[in-house]
């Protein structure tokens, strides 16, 4: 801005609330972080593991010598829509 009435101005970095509240903030949820959900089941004392949800399938160490493919079902789909 060039006008010189704002020569002087600070602007702040940051937002300003104001105004009555919504109701509905009382009802908010964290957002999900797929890094809470997957990343604890898939490690153990610093190692990677897949871990089948069927108990008939032992868990599989992933180490950097092994070359493969995850194939599956997707039965469940997290979006932020």
């Not at 602007?11 to 109701?23: D, M, V, Y």
Request: proline fraction near 9%.
């Amino acid at each position: 801005m060039n006008d010189p009435v704002f020569r002087n101005v600070r602007f702040l970095p940051g937002t300003i609330h104001a105004g009555f509240p919504s109701p509905a903030s009382d009802y908010e949820e964290r957002n999900l972080d797929n890094n809470d959900l997957v990343v604890p089941q898939l490690m153990q004392n610093r190692k990677v593991f897949l871990k089948p949800v069927n108990p008939k399938y032992t868990a599989i160490e992933v180490t950097s010598r092994d070359d493969f493919e995850v194939r599956g079902v997707v039965s469940w789909v997290l979006c932020q829509c």
